[in-house]
């Protein structure tokens, strides 16, 4: 379970999350819509630990983030994010970039890692381009790789920040049924997401925020076909 309590957070005069709480259990889908710099990537960020935050309380499982003593590399691996684009390592093939991970950060034998890499590649449908360079491939066969990169570290939860955005609109749709079977699989997930369409098929809830507030959280129903929020209203009016 992903716990969110009253966090707050700024860059200098800033303040970019304004007392976010959010509970995510476990098998949910949220995702999360809104303006550009509503602060929905920073809380993403946040949530795996890869910003500090200012107050409030952030628990992965009963772990507190931002505590002192928590092991972050261990909870990074319990929590994969994919982000918009990844550069993967040129010079390798697709398997031996998502080999690298379980390699170098579980520590895993080369048999073994590429068995999990093949496995993973396999699953988002890419188990013909295991031996072709990242280069070679189209952006949604690269997003998708790095899908299954962050998949070959067995996390419990995973969070995706627009990976479609960089997206040419042909190849959008490969990369959201990735993200559909892993939802129907019953992954956690927290989904930051243009795509209003992915967001009401498949989302248990979809969280608006605006200006570092969460301004409205519902279901799929309530947010796109009665939103109570004024800012809501006027953002879905917007995309639509
Ligand atoms: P969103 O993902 O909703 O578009 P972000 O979380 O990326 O929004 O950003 C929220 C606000 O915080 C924006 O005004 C952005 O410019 C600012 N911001 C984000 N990251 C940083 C940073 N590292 N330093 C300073 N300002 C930042
Ligand atoms: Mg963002």
Redesign the pocket.
């Known amino acids: 379970m992903i716990e969110i309590e009253n966090v707050r957070k700024s860059?200098?005069s800033?303040e970019?999350?304004k007392g976010i709480n959010l509970t995510v259990d476990k098998g949910e889908v949220v995702t999360i819509i809104?303006?550009?710099?509503?602060?929905?990537?920073?809380?993403?960020?946040c949530i795996n630990g890869l910003?500090p935050i200012d107050s409030g309380r952030i628990r992965i499982d009963g772990t507190d983030v931002h505590a002192k003593g928590t092991d972050l590399n261990k909870l990074r691996r319990k929590v994969g994010i994919v982000f918009q684009q990844w550069n993967a390592f040129p010079h390798l093939t697709v398997l031996e970039n998502v080999m690298l991970a379980p390699r170098k950060v579980l520590g895993l034998a080369k048999d073994k890692a590429e068995e999990i890499a093949v496995k993973q590649l396999t699953h988002v449908g890419l188990a013909e381009k295991l031996k072709v360079y990242p280069n070679r491939m189209s952006g949604g066969q690269q997003q998708r790789m790095a899908i299954a990169r962050a998949l070959a570290m067995s996390p419990e939860y995973m969070l995706f920040?627009?990976v479609t955005s960089a997206l040419d609109p042909m190849l959008v749709g490969e990369v959201l049924d990735t993200l559909k079977m892993l939802a129907e699989e019953g992954m956690t997930m927290i989904c930051?997401t243009h795509e209003m369409a992915f967001a009401r098929d498949v989302s248990d809830r979809v969280a608006f925020?605006h200006q570092?507030v969460m301004a409205e959280i519902g279901t799929p129903d309530q947010i796109f076909a009665m939103p109570q929020n004024a800012e809501t209203q006027k953002f879905l009016a917007s995309v639509r």
Request: aromatic share 8%; net charge negative; charged share 15%.
């Open positions: 860059f200098s800033l970019v999350l809104g303006g550009s710099g509503s602060g929905k990537s920073t809380l993403l960020t910003e920040d627009e930051v925020f570092g």
